[in-house]
């Protein structure tokens, strides 16, 4: 930054003297309040926002200099703490000498971040500053120059801060003077058209703007088409709408000057009635005075008139639509940002890299924390700590999670290089079936369109209820399709006792005893220890002597009370399901582990979440893999009456892959990217961000395809190895951007099977060898891998709702031979 001269002594003396009052009484507001949701750079009228004008009383004013700015700024920041916003509008920041070149304008801007602004205000690229004209505003790759130039990032937001957007869930993790227990600032009513619902949908989970049309669940070109057609509609939108507006504006002035005029004239026509008794003299007196003043205002209107043609109207484009955008490390697109990761993150990242250096060399003395492998070839996770294993705290995981630019490009950088250390270059997935058995639910679960009961039958989609048959028959067309498990859940349906999962246990295992079964939440499993009387333990004792082989770690969506009781109040808790898992893992059966991330928390959230099951991996070590699992909002009844975001962006995605890759090291080593809510192609893309897994190829699943989205019927292997191929274009890493590339699957059909052959071409195109695995990441029988690149179509699914009316039968033969017993 250029040096200028120091003012002299008096001239801060006086700057003290006459600012110090404004600013203590805007802080005793503050404190008494706690509401200043801006502090609009304090002496507004005062010091820098002050321009002498000519033709205006202060026109021979002097305007304050640079260094009365820089003081206030301080002063306030230092008064007011780091939760306050301080804005500073940059086209009237006074140059730090006397020349106003380029280079002193931006000295001075680095001179006010220096000093503790922390936002510069709304700044138009497309209008200008209609209250001073004369000062432009400044272009924003400057603008984001000089703020790059200091070391900070540019960055949109709404206009409305940041700690107010999140106030909006009220589940603020925030620890500004703002509370999630006030009334929210922004009105609710309307809800899905109110403004608190259009805020929510522009903004990401720091509160701040979206910036992106990616969502989950939606693919890629679909996307790209919709903002294609936004783009084309929205010119000759706008140029209607301006012209409209211009001529309502007219219309309503000459409305309102003809009103003017009649209020006028009115007492005068009275006043002339009564005159008409009066002399003739008086009468012709009135006349004229009349006549006088409606010349009078004839020139008044015809002045307006010229005043209001010299404002220019708003222009559209003709070839798109103006908007800001950001690219996937969440900067400005095509603008400068800081290129070297803070020293902050830097340090994270080593310590955690070099922890790996530590351990091998442990593993080589024997006392590294290590995988094991069982009889039957498949792999255990980690069950123990190490002195390698790094001591993570909120605030270190919440700082990662909100990485942008060169930081975000570091963090992704180290998962990638710890992917590689850790689990190599393969890529795993498995060949499997999901059955969703039922969608009627007595839970009421504000962000899911899947289940069906008294409050959802608006939401798309029947009621269905499969009979066992359907179930078995299912399972043994997943077996002979090459599949080595199917993974069950459903509804909690009002009839459902634990004797009713176990009577589904058995119909797959009947059906393929060979098959690994994958199946029940924690919500399941404490449901049906609850209805037969039991413990959980003992519950999950008779589903795994029946045949169960691991749990799902679904339902645990956030774990965080404040979070739950939005999304999901009359469901079992965070310590419940942390519970229910450690019960699993103590009968010895495994369990994988998920978050269902973007709808109303935040990046504290994700953090706190990501140690909690960091924590229970240490003490029970059953854990097979984490699985982030984004928002799908299109159907989500949360979202659709205004009260959640649209999802995760896709930088919140990458990011929670590639934290939770480094945070869960080394105990938790497998990090699964979901193709079913990411989409094929952005799943695949995860591979170079500390993802080793694809999942499942699905073959059904109905339950984000409730949500909305397009994707989830079936990845066969050959889509499956397509879609790791395809990632390559994707790859993050220190010193260069993410290349935005739409590398799609030839001939591939989105919401369709992704089998072995294309999930393996997908895989191999990244630079990454696929493999099938078992659900505990073993080796697949050869017979079964060799089925599933030759698997037939799959067969028409039965839907039913019979079940009720099977059991009743079978209750019935059971009293009849009961019956037939006692009379023998």
Sequence with gaps: MQHHAEPPLEELLWTVARHTPTILGLFTIHTCLAGLSLLLMILADVCHTFRAKPDTAMQHYAEPPLEELLWSVAAARIMFGPDINIQAPPNLTPASSSSSSSSEVDASWRALLDAGINDWGGISPVTRDYVNPEKSWPHLEALAAATAAAGKLLLPRLPVYPQYVLDLSHVSSSSSSSSSSKEPWLSRKGGPRSVAAAVLRASDGRGLLRGSSWVAGKPLEQQQQQQQQQQQQAPSAAAAADGTAMNQATESSQQHEVQQQQQQQSPQQQALLQQLQEPAEAVQRELSSSIQQQQQQQQQQQQQQQQRASIPLPRARASRLWEISLNTLGVLEGMPYPQQASAQVQQLLQEVLSSVAVNARQQQSGTGVSSTTTSDGSRTEPTSSSSSSRHWTLEEVELLLSCRGADMAAVVAAADALRAAVRG????????????????????????????????????????????????????????????????????????????????????????????????????????????????????????????????????????????????????????????????????????????????????????????????????????????????????????????????????????????????????????????????????????????????????????????????????????????????????????????????????????????????????????????????????????????????????????????????????????????????
Excluded at 471 to 496: S, Y
Excluded at 554 to 567: F, M, N, S
Aim: charged share 15%; with cysteine; proline share 6%.
């Design 425 to 824: 270059d393969d890529v795993s997935y498995v060949v499997n079936r999901n059955i969703n058995y039922t969608n009627m639910c007595t839970y009421g679960c504000k962000f899911c369109a899947f289940s069906k009961g008294k409050s959802a039958e608006s939401l798309r989609g029947a009621p269905y209820l499969l009979p066992l048959e359907e179930v078995a028959r299912r399972t043994a067309e997943a077996w002979d399709r090459g599949a080595t498990e199917v993974c069950l859940q459903g509804g909690i349906h009002p009839d459902f006792t634990g004797q009713t999962y176990l009577d589904i246990l058995a119909a797959c295992k009947a059906a393929a005893p060979g098959i690994h079964v994958h199946a029940f939440s924690p919500l399941e499993v404490l449901h049906g220890a609850s209805t037969l009387g039991i413990s959980v333990s003992d519950f999950l004792s008779q589903l795994k002597a029946a045949g169960l082989g691991s749990l799902p770690g679904t339902a645990a969506e956030v774990l965080d009370p404040q979070v739950r009781a939005v999304l999901c109040p009359d469901k079992l808790s965070a310590a419940q399901w942390l519970d229910v898992v450690a019960a699993a893992h103590g009968v010895g059966l495994a369990t994988t582990s998920t978050i269902m991330f973007g709808h109303v928390d935040s990046p504290r959230h994700w953090a706190s979440h990501l140690l909690q099951l960091r924590d229970l991996q240490a003490r029970t070590g059953g854990i097979t893999e984490f699985v982030p699992l984004p928002f799908v909002h299109m159907e989500a009844p949360i979202y659709l009456a205004g009260a959640a975001r649209q999802g995760p962006t896709l930088r919140e995605c990458v990011l929670l892959h590639a934290v939770a890759r480094l945070v869960l090291h080394p105990l938790i080593t497998n990090i699964q990217a979901s193709w079913v809510k990411m989409g094929p192609q952005q799943a695949g893309a995860l591979l170079a961000a500390g993802c080793n897994d694809m999942g499942g190829s699905i073959m059904n699943e109905s339950i984000t395809r409730a949500a909305g989205a397009s994707y989830g019927q079936e990845l066969p292997p050959q889509q499956m190895e397509a879609v790791i191929a395809a990632a390559s274009p994707y790859m993050l890493n220190l010193h260069a951007a993410v290349a935005a590339v739409a590398a799609g699957l030839s001939g591939a059909s989105y919401g369709q099977e992704l089998p072995p052959q294309q999930m393996e071409v997908v895989i191999a195109a990244a630079g990454r060898r696929p493999r099938q695995r078992t659900t505990l990441y073993g080796r697949p029988p050869a017979s079964q891998t060799a089925a599933s690149f030759a698997a037939p179509e799959l067969q028409p699914v039965q839907m039913g709702s019979g079940w009720r009316q099977q059991q009743q039968q079978q209750q019935q033969q059971q009293q009849q031979q009961q019956q037939q017993a006692a009379g023998a």
